[in-house]
């Protein structure tokens, strides 16, 4: 509950200029009423959107994420009938590269990102791209996905050049990214020793990861068993407990992520491959 975050959340919007035009927006931990972000730097999350859906159909996880210490930059583009799947995955990086060469047009958020802790993040064509932009990515840390769908070109392809520890985030009863098409050829394409997960989220759906009902949520994708409000709240725990581990260090979320904690969970299935050790090996 926002209630109860570490953190407040400060929020910012912005046009990058560029080769063509960026928009995003930006969830930021902040530690005062002006809005000023939290001091030190913070891990940095890019964030895909599903198909027709903009990044706000998702502001209460990305705002939760903020609120967990997290700087978090949604690529608010290819939002059309026809998206590019390769120009989304190229926004999602460019995101993160504004976001550390000094977030031109919010000076605020000038020092706010740490450029050595980096993750990517996506729901449906989202995650795809996502796929696609940390196999892309000499810099990116950490993935994870939200019912990531299969892209032109390939996420399925991209998953097998993935060098970063891989979440694949999935929902069972999933009518429009089933998991045997879509989340499972790309978490067995992961390369071996590089370490990977699937988690199912039990009567979940698809449209379970989005805020409020809309394009992806509608009856022709959705019929979930597991109500909506707590789809959202384990999968918030679960992003948490990952980017916690993999980005920001906290080697004391290994077991929620990897051990026994995770597998005995009877609301999320766990498959892992190359599953790390210990909490010392699990960032690139």
Known sequence: MPGHLPHQVGTAAVEVSGRRPLRVRVWFPRSGPAGEPSPGRCPAIAFG????????????????????????VGADTERGPAPRHAALADDLNRALEWLCSGATGVPLLRDVADPDRLGLLGHSMGGGCAVLAAAASPVVRSLSTLAAARTRPSSVDAAGRLAVPTQLVAAE????????????????AVPSGIPAQLRIVRGGSHGGFVDALGPLGGRPFSRPRLPRADQLALVRDVLVAWFGLTLAGRGELYDEVWGSTARDRTDLTLETRSAPPGPASVSR
Do not use: I, N
Request: hydrophobic share 40%; aromatic share 10%; charged share 10%.
């Open 49 to 72: 959107p599903g198909y027709l859906a903009p990044v706000g159909a998702y502001a209460a996880t990305l705002s939760h994420l903020a609120g967990h210490g997290f700087v978090v």
């Open 173 to 188: 009863r999933d009518a429009m990214t089933p998991v045997g098409r879509h989340q499972r050829p790309m978490f067995e």
